[in-house]
């Protein structure tokens, strides 16, 4: 099974819906990361957590939200989708042994309509 | 300034045969980390490889190795005997500061990537 996992895989939805994707870990890392992919660019960061009481705004937070339920699972939320979020999302995770590496879960491929 | 420069939006390669993505980084930290992934045509972002900035030989991995000139800031990834399963997106991708710091999010920067298609 796969350590980091994301939900769903691919999703479209309308403009103004809210929606979450969830990722979920097995690592027992602390630090978990959201990323978003647009064609032809790099990653860029949306938010990141220490731990469950520790939230931080990444590059560009704007229109996202997120809740650390657990030390495993991370969830992002768009409160009111706009066709402009369309992107690949990735959660990422660090911690354990090594503080030099991320671990990719496999993406979310969002459509918005 | 980008922190993190890939300057070639795409290149060709033929099966067999070596090649040379660049990179080049910005960084005034002293500790920093390096790291090269692959996102093939699925989407995964697939781990390559990794230098540290105090590491004093060059990383490798298989047929993967990394060129990594300081003094440049520089961090060119080689690919061996090129084959066509190597076809795909490459992403160069600094983290600032070394292991464990607080208030630091060790965040990955990554470059605009380089495609690179293998040709038979």
């Known amino acids: 099974d796969a350590d980091v996992t994301q939900t769903p895989r691919n999703r479209i939805t309308k403009t103004g819906k809210r929606i979450m994707l969830e990722c979920s870990q097995t690592?027992?890392?602390?630090?978990m990361y959201w990323y978003r992919q647009d064609p032809g660019l790099g990653l860029r960061l949306i938010y990141y957590s220490f731990d469950v009481k520790d939230i931080n705004k990444g590059e560009i937070s704007d229109g996202y939200s997120v809740s650390r339920q657990a030390q495993a699972k991370f969830s992002l939320s768009l409160e009111s989708a706009i066709p402009n979020q369309t992107a690949l999302y990735f959660c990422a995770t660090m911690g354990g042994d090594n503080y030099n590496e991320q671990f990719f879960g496999p993406g979310t491929r969002l459509t918005v309509l | 300034a980008q922190k993190i420069t890939q300057t070639q939006p795409g290149m060709f390669v033929q099966e067999k045969e070596a090649v040379t993505l660049d990179c080049t980084y910005d960084t005034s930290d002293q500790s920093y980390g390096l790291f090269w992934y692959k996102q093939p045509s699925s989407g995964e972002m697939i781990f390559l490889i990794y230098q540290g900035s105090y590491d004093e030989q060059n990383a490798t991995e298989g047929r993967y190795s990394l060129n990594f000139q300081k003094a440049r800031k520089s961090a060119n990834l080689v690919i061996s005997a090129s084959q066509l399963g190597d076809s795909a997106m490459y992403f160069c991708a600094m983290r600032e500061g070394y292991g464990i710091s607080s208030g630091s999010a060790r965040q990955l920067t990554f470059g605009s990537g380089t495609q690179l298609t293998v040709l038979p």
């Open positions: 690592k027992g890392h602390d630090r």
